[in-house]
């Protein structure tokens, strides 16, 4: 029998449908997150440390990311029955960094079969054969991908930086801006660069409210409320 191929999902495309078993119910992805941002990210096993320092965070921070109209939603290849009973050791017996009884309410996705994973492209067989990677996809509004992360087994997350795309993808849709390095909200921004020899002249001579560093690199305010105005839901 021909061994089935996969196709790794890229930026701008549409996320890879598929329907799963959770340990919050049935899910259809990403059909039933339409209309809300979706970070769908994978870990390599259940009752293992890293994983577990990682859950307890995206669990504790889920509001937050809640707030910003994003949805999460995990997955292992490991069975239901282990999702559950890990889940259950997390909130009634693990304390970390202050964070205690703490319960992971967003659903968890069985994928013993691996079709998810590697339809994903979360199996890295340099790294392993079996487990899958620590991938995260941001996934918009529209069901399309627009962030692709992937750490090694070896290395959690950046949660700070995991919600620091999540806004910074937001603003740049709702404020026709590109974000320069480092970027945090209050941060200046940046704009289009000029499409003319009239633009690029009218902004170094200093006619537009930015700054320009040279006619291809100009830079203007664009304040922390506003943004956060903007995207947070409270």
Known sequence: ????????????DKAPEFKAVTTQ???????DYKGSWVILFSHPADFTPVCT??????????KKFN??????????VDGLYSHIA?????????????MKNVEVTFPLIEDITMEVAKTYGMLQPGESSTKAVRAVFFIDPKGIIRTIIYYPLSL???????????????????????????????????????GSCGVAKS????????????????????????????????
């Open 156 to 194: 959690g997350r950046n949660f700070d930086e995991l919600y620091r795309v999540l806004i910074g993808l937001q603003t740049a849709d709702a404020f026709g801006v590109a974000l320069p390095a480092d970027w945090r909200p209050g941060d200046d921004v940046i704009v289009p660069t000029a």
């Open 1 to 12: 029998m021909e061994e089935k191929t996969y196709a790794m999902p890229r930026i701008g």
């Open 25 to 31: 119910g049935d899910i259809n992805f990403p059909g």
């Open 67 to 76: 707030e910003a109209n994003c949805k999460l939603v995990g997955l292992s």
């Open 203 to 234: 902004r170094m001579e200093g006619k537009e409210d930015m700054k320009c560093y040279d006619w291809f690199f100009c830079t203007k305010k664009l304040d922390k409320e506003k943004v956060l105005g903007t995207i947070l839901k409270k």
């Open 86 to 98: 890990w889940l259950r050791t997390i909130k009634e017996k693990i304390e970390y960094k202050g």
């Open 53 to 62: 320092s990682e859950f307890m965070t995206f669990a504790s921070m889920e």
